[in-house]
């Protein structure tokens, strides 16, 4: 009877130290890159979009992270300068060895980091609405393009608020491409666009245009100015007495964080009763979206607001994971193909990476502000739309073209270079 | 049962083997079925995974034809043109009228018809923006209503108009029931463009069986794999398409859109995505992959019933488990068939061993196998044959001792009747009580009569004795001395015996007392002689006087009758020395001598004289001997005493003179011859004097007889007192003859001493008037010294005439003289 218990613990310590060792091997972690303006003017935009990742991240360890191993992110700051978002995603890569970069807001940044990871065949994931016209396989798109974001909001301003349009935003190719397609659908539909105006990025000056308004009292304003020059806009109108009954501004780049730091500024409900439209809209229902504003607030206050990219970026940390596990692998180009498909129920709702166009079929919606800071949902497309980065009323070689132009037009930037204006 | 798994080789090397062999294997066994189970799993997942991909891409690319048919459709000018019509014919009512049913360009219609029938479609739609349906092919109840708000304005053609009308692109619905084709149907939607406007949207109605082919297709499903498409449908999970097995499930509730998605058709249908072991909307275990499918807003799983996808597995495992069974039951039985193959021989041996451990000692096992235990058996039958000629042996051996012992115990048994002691043995623990036939005997019992307890014992002996016995056992019992008790025995027939009993307590390694031994002796005779003796002795010691004494002669013993006799009490007399009784006038020398031979082991027999307390004496003669103890070595001296002194008297008186107290004649008689041949064997000169009184006559004539007998009594001790020597003699040998014996060195002293002696009688001066020679009395004396050689014999005859013919002279020459005999 002693040899049998001797033996049977042998072959328990076996097992145990067969486990033990297993268990021994510390998993080293997984680096990944997250690229946004922690300085500068997007500063006050994107700061929000890394703690959505940073939160995202967080949950994802905690869920054991990726093929058993913890995530580790490594934070860059583009300086809201694209040149800088370059060198920063390639000290990411080459440096830092990150297995993938969540980051970009801008266009252009989006554009030079795309260069970037393209060259080194690796794999950003960008969490921002733009202007569409592209499909890198180095870049996993989840925001919206303008199918879902501007083709559905003209229609519904065209059925719901009239059919003259008044188009304004910075300079730069999103709000560029942004207008043609606007201008399409006016066309279209028979709507009008009375006025496209543009202003340099960052500009703060609006009283001609907000006089132009007034003067030419458009049905909607499209509005595509990007930072802190809406707050000058917004102000202005008021200023020039234009409120939301007058003349409703649908907005394609203000958030519920613009909203928060416009009222700071602005006179209490100075934005009641404007648009925006977005797939995500903190004001959403639905058991995900209160749980997630329950955790994100429960970690990083009780005050803090979500918006669209804020959950894009969420969410698309969540499917880089869903990809490296379907890849087994970390290594970009694996990951890139996993992410084909690849699906979940997000706080804004389904989101489903195409596999041909790598873009994120997403629900569209539009939503009026309250003046309290939130959007109530006015239009909801009940179903995620099919993303289409080149719209198709024209040929994709059109648009490709447009863009190429743009681009040449300004010396090979994706805005126009101002002086001291960055 | 553990008694089994201890008593059987079979049972534990059984057992052994499962431990060892049949349980690591086991093991292994369910470590490689779990992995296999594992690995299938993973295999069914990755395939069903696949087939999910492969089934999502066919619905994708179904989806993507009817865009672009469609798309195709509402770009086709007639189509568009028709279109235009329409919507002015609506909006203008430029065109007859025909009840909202308008007619299109004929072209258009042929176009569309053809289409419908070559892409299969059902019906084909027109409608306007405000959602009226302007235009069907099919020509169904919907037909001019609205779908905004007419009665199908909950349809599937009206949700895909709207849609296609916001976001001003081509839309899918699901197949639901379509009450006006009465059938489930599908519509795609896109909307048409032109004179600047959104003229309308374009529908058609969708046959399923394009669709719902790619559901049918169970390649790779197995018997219960299934495709499940599913879409939201309120708070319900709704069939998009039909199953396998539930083949009117479209539209049919699966599942409640409850918060806690854990169904794949929960998860697929809210945009998740997985695969793996889970329980379907049914709640069956299944293997599947779900996903979600984005054109047509649907979750989508493919499963197998789990039981199906691992019945390989379970295949496996049950003929696994068969074969294990099999392989068990053979090795166990072959265990058990070698196990037995060792434990028969030894279960014969075992029997075997039975018989002999029961004394058959003839019983042999029967070899088997020439192994180890073929070999225990031939060596154990080696043993049994030394045992058995041991035992036979020592059988004969203990039949010759019994009946040595038989002989033993019958001469015991004789012995104790012819020493009528008997032995006994009471068994105190149990009371039981046995006894040797002499003790019956003794009792008068048979041993059927007694009880043999201790009681009945007591009821045995003599009813005055039973407190004295029982005491005296008692005693025994608390102070383990052994004990001697006399008592007396009533037999059944009356007869009292007496006995001597003893009991010695023997006690067990734990101290108590266990067993009495003891015997019993019949003293009754012995008592009696003992009595009879005691009596003799008590008449002895009054009457016998006796002493002893220890070896330094300190009296030990006297009789009662010594004691009257010595006149002391016992108590003075006890301790002190013999001695005390000696008379002084006892010599010396006879003591002495006395002590000399009794020393020397030797019994002395003398006459003495011994002194009484108060002075007195008498005579005894004695006996005196030596008392041995066991070594042989005197201890002492015991004596018996014969009262002589009254013979003494009467001896004396007999050999003693009355008048003068000296011998007489007659132990003159006696004594002379005696004393003549000591002296001649000791060599010693010998003289013999006659001694006259002269003129007695005369005297007594005189003075009286009584004067005489005063004379003669005088005469007689001067004598006495001359010759006090020992060896010298004094006698009256007649009325005034006296006589001595004198033993003398020379001839000369004897004749001094006889004229001493005539010396001294003449100094009494006793007047004598009468006498011649003197005055006064006067002896006259005759002396013969006799030679004393040996050879030279002068008898006694001779010596008297010689020294009365001496005595004559003496006379003659005057008297008061001696007178020497001189030869010739």
Not at chain 2, 216 to 234: H, N
Not at chain 2, 299 to 307: E, P, R, W
Request: proline share 4%; glycine share 8%.
């Amino acid at each position: 009877m002693k040899r049998t218990v001797f033996i049977v613990g042998i072959l328990v310590l076996l097992v145990a130290a067969f486990f033990v060792a297993r268990r021994q091997q510390s998993p080293v972690p997984v680096r990944v890159g997250i690229l946004h303006s922690r300085t500068g003017t997007m500063a006050m935009s994107e700061q929000p979009v890394i703690d959505a990742t940073l939160f995202a991240i967080e949950e994802l360890n905690r869920r054991g992270g990726v093929l058993g191993r913890p995530v580790e992110p490594i934070i860059a700051d583009g300086g809201s300068d694209p040149d800088q978002f370059a060198l920063a995603a390639e000290r990411l890569i080459d440096v830092d060895k990150v297995s993938v970069i969540f980051g970009c807001w801008t266009s252009a940044s989006r554009k030079e980091v795309g260069a970037v990871v393209e060259k080194r065949n690796h794999l950003l994931v960008y969490p921002l609405q733009y202007e569409g016209v592209e499909q890198s396989s180095a870049i996993v798109y989840m925001g919206s393009v303008p199918n879902q974001q501007i083709k559905p909001a003209v229609k519904w301003a065209m059925d719901n608020l009239g059919r003259r349009f008044f188009l304004i935003g910075s300079d730069y190719i999103f709000p560029r491409i942004a207008n043609h397609v606007i201008s399409d659908l006016a066309d279209l539909l028979g709507g009008a666009v009375v006025a496209e105006r543009y202003q340099p990025l960052g500009g703060k000056d609006f009283d001609a245009i907000a006089e132009e308004i007034a003067a030419l009292r458009p049905a909607v304003v499209f509005n595509t100015l990007n930072g802190d020059s809406n707050i000058a806009f917004f102000a202005a109108l008021q200023r020039h007495g234009l409120g939301s009954a007058d003349i409703p501004v649908l907005s394609f780049s203000i958030t519920e964080t613009e909203l928060q730091a416009m009222s700071e500024v602005l006179p209490k409900g100075a934005m009641a009763g404007h648009y925006a439209s977005w797939s995500y809209f903190e004001s959403l229902p639905g058991v995900e979206n209160r749980s997630f504003l329950q955790r994100f607030r429960a970690r990083y206050g009780v005050g803090r607001r979500l918006n669209d990219p804020m959950v894009s970026a969420y969410e698309g940390v969540q499917l880089w994971a869903q990809s490296v596990a379907e890849a087994a692998s970390i290594e970009p180009i694996k990951v890139r193909h996993a992410f084909s498909r690849q699906s979940m129920n997000g706080p804004g709702g389904i989101i489903y990476i195409d596999d041909q166009s790598h873009h994120a079929w997403k629900t569209s919606r539009i939503g009026r502000s309250t003046g309290d800071g939130m959007f109530e949902i006015v239009w909801d497309s009940q179903q995620p739309v099919r993303p289409e980065p080149f719209p198709s009323f024209d040929e994709r070689g059109h648009w490709q073209e447009l863009v190429d132009r743009y681009y040449q037009r300004w010396d090979n930037h994706w805005a126009p270079v101002v002086e001291g204006a960055r | 049962m553990m008694n089994i798994f201890r008593r059987k080789i079979g049972v534990k090397v059984g057992a052994w083997f499962l431990l060892v062999a049949l349980l690591p294997l086991a093991t292994l066994t369910i470590i490689i079925l779990n992995n296999t189970r594992k690995a299938l799993i993973v295999e069914i997942t990755a395939h069903l995974n696949d087939l999910l991909h492969e089934k999502t891409e066919r619905i994708e690319l179904y989806v993507d034809e009817q865009r672009r048919g469609l798309f195709a459709l509402a770009s086709v000018p007639s189509v568009t043109r028709a279109a235009e019509q329409l919507y002015c014919g609506q909006r203008n009512q430029e065109l007859p009228e025909h009840s909202s049913v308008s007619t299109i360009d004929a072209e258009a219609e042929v176009y569309l018809r053809k289409t419908m029938q070559q892409a299969g479609y059902h019906d084909i739609f027109l409608i306007a923006p405000d959602g009226d349906i302007v235009y069907s092919v099919t020509k169904e109840d919907d037909l001019g209503t609205n779908l905004y708000h007419g009665p199908y304005r909950d349809s599937g053609l009206a949700h895909v108009f709207d849609k296609a009308a916001s976001l001003l692109d081509s839309q899918i619905s699901s197949f639901s029931f379509y009450p006006p084709s009465k059938k489930p149907a599908a519509f795609i939607a896109t909307p048409i463009f032109g004179d600047n406007k959104l003229l309308g949207v374009i529908a058609v109605q969708l046959n399923e069986e394009q669709l719902f082919y790619i559901f049918a297709d169970y390649l790779g499903l197995g018997e219960s794999g299934e495709l499940v498409a599913s879409r939201v449908s309120g708070d319900n999970i709704v069939a998009a398409a039909p199953l396998r097995h539930r083949p009117d499930a479209l539209g049919r509730k699966l599942l409640q859109k409850t918060a806690a998605n854990s169904r794949p058709i929960q998860l697929a249908v809210s945009g998740q995505q997985g695969a793996g072991v889970t329980l379907d909307y049914r709640g069956v275990p299944i293997i599947g992959a779900w996903g979600y499918v984005p054109s047509m807003d649907w979750g989508l799983v493919v499963k197998i019933d789990k039981d199906e996808a691992l019945a390989p597995i379970h295949r496996q495992m049950v003929l696994l488990a068969v074969i294990a069974a099999v392989i068990m039951v053979l090795v166990v039985g072959g265990i058990f068939l070698a196990a037995g193959s060792i434990t028969r021989p030894i279960k014969q041996l075992v029997a075997v061993m039975q018989h002999f451990a029961n004394g058959d000692f003839r019983a042999r096992a029967p070899v088997g196998a020439d192994d180890e235990v073929g070999s225990l058996v031939a060596h154990f039958n080696d043993m049994a044959d030394t045992i058995e000629q041991y035992t036979f042996t020592m059988e004969q051996e203990v039949a010759q001792r019994t009946q040595e012992l038989q002989q033993a115990k019958s001469f015991l048994d004789k012995a104790q009747s012819i020493a009528h002691l008997g032995s006994w043995q009471w068994d105190i623990v149990y009371n039981k009580l046995s006894w040797s036939d002499e003790i019956y005997r003794i009792f008068g019992l048979q041993p059927q009569q007694f009880a043999a307890t201790y009681e009945a014992f007591l009821d045995a002996i003599h009813p005055d004795d039973r407190v004295l016995v029982t005491e005296a056992v008692n005693k025994s019992l608390e102070t383990d001395i052994p004990y001697l008790v006399s008592h007396r025995v009533v037999r059944p027939d009356g007869s009292i015996r007496v006995v001597e009993e003893r009991g010695d307590l023997q006690r067990d390694a734990a101290g108590q007392p266990v067993f009495m031994l003891g015997t019993v002796l019949d003293v009754t005779e012995i008592r009696n002689v003992q009595r009879r003796l005691n009596e003799y002795v008590d008449i002895i010691d009054e009457n016998v006087l006796t002493s002893a004494t220890d070896i330094e002669g300190n009296i030990t013993y006297v009789s009662d009758a010594f004691c009257r006799a010595s006149g002391y009490n016992r108590d003075e007399l006890l301790g002190r020395n013999h001695r005390i009784i000696r008379h002084p006038e006892m010599p010396k020398e006879l003591y002495e001598r006395l002590w000399k031979t009794i020393l020397g082991g030797a019994i002395w027999k003398g006459v003495f004289k011994n002194t009484t307390k108060d002075g007195g004496s008498y005579w005894v003669e004695s006996t005196i001997s030596p008392t041995y103890d066991a070594s042989g070595n005197i201890t002492g001296f015991t004596a018996i005493h014969n009262d002589i002194t009254d013979k003494k008297r009467i001896e004396e008186i007999s050999i003693t003179d009355e008048l003068t107290g000296l011998f007489n004649r007659r132990h003159f008689n006696e004594i002379f011859p005696e004393e003549l041949q000591r002296a001649r064997r000791d060599e010693k000169k010998f003289a013999f004097l006659m001694i006259d009184v002269d003129n007695f006559k005369k005297y007594n004539d005189t003075y009286g007889h009584q004067m005489g007998d005063h004379v003669l009594r005088q005469v007689g001790s001067t004598l006495k007192q001359a010759l006090m020597r020992s060896g010298d003699f004094a006698f009256r040998l007649g009325g005034e003859e006296f006589g001595a014996i004198i033993i003398v060195k020379r001839e000369e002293d004897a004749v001094l001493v006889a004229d001493r002696i005539r010396a001294t009688i003449e100094a009494l001066r006793i007047p004598h008037e009468k006498n011649s020679p003197s005055q006064y009395v006067t002896i006259s004396c005759g002396l013969k010294c006799v030679a004393t050689d040996r050879h030279r014999g002068d008898d006694v005859e001779a010596v008297y005439r010689m020294a009365d013919t001496a005595l004559y002279q003496a006379k003659a020459d005057g008297r008061n003289r001696v007178a020497v005999y001189l030869e010739g």
